[in-house]
């Protein structure tokens, strides 16, 4: 049960009553009455506890957008329902400040009848929000009290990872025709596939000229080239202790997200085949054998919930499952960390066994901050920064030149760049007929 | 699917229901009472403030057991906690024409003193016998004007010291305290017995004020406690002191008749009665709108949120402990070496010889015509010897790169 401000307001205007009628009398006089009303307004307020509610079981949304759940709510006793109603999330489901009003209802649903109420989320952050409770307070005829009951009704609100790098897909998909010889700059490069021969035209590689096939025509023949289709790839998320770490406000696993993304919609685009694996020490989520237009949404939905778990990789099993995941020759993009202890450690020892069948690329988020840190200069405090800057840098260096005497390409960029860095690695790999 | 969707029963709602509640609740309302029938009987039994000197209390310091003795000896005893009760009791005594009555005063230094003067008063005019236990000087100067207080003696047992029939009766006694100085010309009528002395004071003294009015002052209470009634003579004094008239008012002064209770009056003394009930009526509404501010539409909502480390801390950290433990070596080391790193290409040698002396300086000196000895200095010197010299030294390594012509391929990337 609840009180209204009407009835501690009566009850304050009472104390007149109380101070012309003095004694136990007078009160009497005051809270009587007023105890009656309250208990009139109880009795013939809506149930609480039978009301029906019901509402979608899941909705899905970008992170920054907008996401709107509705809630019916059935009345299926004889009296009105007059009510509040507040439909709780967790507070990362709302715009901060915001929660207070948007969380809140009023509704009136008359006996028999239902009602929908729309609460809109402003997601904060990436993942599922499961919806915590509904509470309602029916309100009396006479507005004096209120019966209160809450109910759990499912609901989760999926937010999907935002997908910023979308704006690079043009560009990317631009180059990839450039790649696919529909514009008259030819690439040759060794692995790719002849494909047909057409008219010369001014600005064309004279090296592509087919001169046999000119001869037996009148006019200049080029072959043109291919790059190939339906080649495969891996993506594999380390969510291990290291993708946790902050760059900026967002943490390494949601910029690989974001490059995985870019790196999927190309691929598919490109005509070939993604798979994808989120892997510490057991597989968080795994997408395999979807094709064409599927492929997306499946590694949007997969990627949602992903979140990175405190614990060191083992990356022994990672290789494992990459073999596993990857039993023809794929490139496998290895979104993880340059950090010199986790690379020395584990990924050195595991990555010939993926170099000797797959092209392997490791992307790695850099951090803006040792950037920042490296110019500082102008106080001894600065200075410490840049030498350890510079310490830094060494260290990533000599592990970059590491791996790349494996064969690895390796692509380190700010969490902006990197999905663009990526795609680029992918593209310049595709051009070399590498894949 | 979610039980809402079978439409018959809502399993959704999980408020308690009355049931739930009580099931619930029992185990906290079963300790509830318990806890109140406890505090009950034990306030039962240790009723009044604390039991000193109370008729009803057994404890040691109580004085159950002369109550007991003044009752088997069939005096009528009477307990009052208020003078008014004590004034009311004395006038309905006095429809009697003798005097019969025998007030008690346990604790008179607590009393105020127009409450005193009234008692005073009150027992002057029906001839009441007061006994005062543990009289002080406030008391002896209200009840018994001229008769003055000496400093105090210990407790323990006293010899009477006078003969009277009171003191060849009970003989040895325990008392003390408060010793009595009488004043030089007192005869025989206003000052009975001057008894019990310690070191030439009485600690016990009977006082006429004309009449059949007698004061006795008590220097000490001890002989009424239990504890003490069966030493000494302790027992025949008391059942003489409070037993020699057939009614006994016990009085137990409470907080009511302390001093200041009647000057300074509570603030509920002072509003008129209608003031007092609104005020409680305000009171009431209070409770109320702190009930209805106080419900919350539901509980707060909590949530897990995923820890925040920062990528960059590990190198932050490193800055930090370069600074404090002062490795200008090793910050000056990874200064120099990151500058060569980025000069050597600037200047046509090969990466890998960036950090040998010959080779870099040589190039370098060709192309900003400095120094050798300059360049090693800068590039291969010694440590630092202090903080701004290390400052001084980036700086330096700093205007080096920015006099050569910038590299198009940045050797970082």
Redesign the interface.
């Known amino acids: 049960m609840?009180?209204?401000?009407r009835?501690?307001?009566i009850?304050?205007l009472?104390?007149?009553?109380?101070?012309?009628?003095?004694?136990w009398g007078?009160?009497a006089a005051?809270?009587l009455p007023l105890l009656a009303a309250i208990g009139y307004d109880l009795l013939r307020a809506a149930p609480?506890?039978?009301?029906?509610?019901?509402r979608p079981?899941s909705v899905s949304v970008r992170l920054g957008e907008r996401a709107e759940v509705d809630l019916t709510v059935t009345n299926l006793s004889g009296r009105p329902l007059t009510a509040?109603l507040?439909d709780?999330?967790?507070?990362?489901g709302w715009q901060p400040g915001t929660q207070y009003a948007a969380a809140?209802h009023h509704l009136s649903v008359p006996a028999g009848e239902r009602r929908r109420v729309t609460t809109v989320l402003h997601p904060t952050r990436r993942g599922d929000h499961a919806a915590?409770?509904?509470?309602i307070?029916s309100h009396g005829p006479l507005g004096l009290a209120a019966r209160?009951?809450?109910?759990?009704?499912?609901g989760t609100v999926r937010v999907l990872p935002p997908f910023s790098s979308r704006k690079h897909l043009p560009s990317k998909l631009a180059r990839l025709r450039e790649l696919d010889g529909r514009t008259s700059v030819m690439l040759r490069g060794e692995g790719t596939e002849f494909d047909s021969l057409r008219d010369y035209v001014p600005g064309d590689d004279v090296r592509s000229i087919d001169w046999r096939a000119t001869a037996r025509r009148s006019a200049v023949a080029v072959r043109t080239w291919r790059p190939e289709r339906d080649r495969h790839l891996l993506l594999v998320l380390d969510t291990g202790r290291t993708a946790?770490?902050?760059?900026g406000d967002v943490?390494?696993l949601d910029a690989a997200m974001d490059a995985s993304l870019l790196l999927t919609a190309l691929a598919a685009h490109a005509g070939d085949r993604v798979d994808l694996l989120a892997f510490d020490r057991r597989t968080r989520a795994a997408v395999r054998g979807r094709t064409g237009k599927d492929v997306l949404p499946a590694v949007v939905q997969a990627l949602a919930p992903l979140?990175?778990a405190?614990i060191e990789s083992d990356m022994t099993a990672l290789a494992t499952a990459a073999r596993a995941g990857a039993p023809r020759r794929s490139l496998i993009v290895l979104f993880t960390t340059l950090?010199t202890a986790p690379v020395e450690m584990g990924l050195l020892p595991v990555l010939p066994q993926l170099t000797q069948r797959h092209t392997v690329l490791v992307a790695a988020?850099g951090?803006p901050?040792?950037e920042e840190?490296?110019t500082a200069?102008?106080?001894?405090?600065?200075?410490?920064?840049?030498?350890?800057?510079?310490?830094?840098?060494?260290e990533r260096?000599r592990t970059r030149a590491r791996l790349t005497r494996l064969g690895v390409t390796v692509v380190e960029a700010p969490p902006a760049d990197l999905p663009p860095a990526v795609a680029d690695a992918y593209l310049s790999l595709k051009a070399a007929g590498k894949l | 699917m979610?039980a809402?969707?079978t439409?018959a029963d809502?399993g959704?709602?999980?408020?308690p229901?009355a049931r739930r509640l009580w099931r619930r609740g029992r185990g906290l309302l079963i300790a509830a009472a318990a806890l109140l029938i406890t505090g009950l009987v034990l306030a039962l039994l240790r009723s009044g403030d604390n039991g000193t000197l109370h008729p009803d209390s057994a404890a040691p310091l109580g004085s159950r057991a002369v109550n007991q003795l003044l009752t088997d000896h069939g005096i009528d005893i009477t307990v009052a906690h208020t003078s008014e009760e004590v004034l009311a009791e004395l006038d309905r005594l006095d429809r009697n024409d003798w005097p019969a009555a025998t007030l008690l005063i346990t604790h008179p230094e607590n009393l105020a003193p127009e409450r005193r003067d009234a008692l005073r008063r009150e027992t002057l005019r029906t001839g009441t016998r007061t006994v005062l236990a543990g009289a002080g000087p406030d008391t002896a100067a209200a009840f018994t004007p001229g008769i003055e207080v000496a400093p105090s003696a210990p407790t323990g047992e006293l010899d009477p010291g006078c003969a009277t029939d009171l003191t060849e009766r009970a003989g040895s006694a325990q008392l003390g305290g408060h010793r009595y100085l009488l004043p030089p010309d007192t005869d025989r009528a206003t000052a009975a017995a001057a008894c019990y002395p310690f070191a030439g004071l009485p600690t016990l003294v009977t006082h006429h004020a004309g009449g059949p009015s007698e004061t006795v002052l008590l220097g000490a209470p001890d002989l009424l406690y239990n504890a003490n009634l069966d030493a000494y003579g302790n027992a025949s004094l008391a059942l003489q002191l409070l037993g020699a008239r057939e009614h006994l008012i016990w009085y137990l002064p409470t907080a009511a008749d302390a001093p200041g209770s009647g000057q300074d009056r509570s603030l509920t003394d002072l509003m008129a009665?209608?003031?007092?009930?609104?005020?409680?009526?305000?009171a009431?509404?209070a409770a109320?709108?702190a009930?209805?501010r106080g419900?919350r539409?539901?509980?707060v909502?909590?949530?897990r949120?995923?820890?925040?480390?920062?990528?960059?801390?590990?190198?932050?950290g490193?800055?930090?402990l370069?600074?404090r433990n002062g490795a200008r070596d090793?910050?000056?080391e990874?200064?120099r070496?990151?500058a060569r790193?980025r000069l050597a290409p600037r200047v046509g040698v090969a990466p890998a010889a960036a950090h040998s002396p010959e080779d870099l300086l040589h190039a370098l000196a060709a192309h900003t015509h400095r120094a050798a000895a300059d360049l090693h200095a800068l590039l291969f010197g010694p440590a630092p010897a202090d903080?701004?010299a290390?400052?001084a030294l980036?700086?330096d390594l700093?205007a080096l790169e920015a006099s050569l012509t910038p590299d198009p391929k940045d050797p970082?990337q």
Do not use: N
């Open positions: 609840a009180l209204t401000g009835t501690a307001l009850a304050a009472g104390a007149l009553i109380a101070g012309l009628l003095p004694g007078g009160i005051v809270c609480v506890r039978t009301l029906h509610l019901s079981a509040d507040r709780a999330w967790p507070p990362s809140r915590v409770r509904v509470t307070r209160q009951g809450s109910h759990r009704v499912p946790a770490g902050r760059v943490p390494r979140e990175p405190l950090e988020v951090d901050r040792v840190m490296r200069r102008g106080t001894a405090t600065a200075v410490y920064e840049a030498a350890a800057a510079a310490q830094h840098d060494e260096r | 979610t809402t969707d439409g809502t959704t709602s999980v408020s229901d009665p209608g003031w007092r009930w609104a005020a409680l009526q305000l009431i509404a109320l709108t009930f209805w419900r539409l539901g509980p909502v909590t949530e949120l995923p820890v925040s480390v920062r990528a960059a801390e590990t190198t932050e490193r800055a930090r370069y600074h090793r910050a000056a990874a200064l070496s990151a790193t903080d701004p290390l400052v980036a700086d700093d970082s």
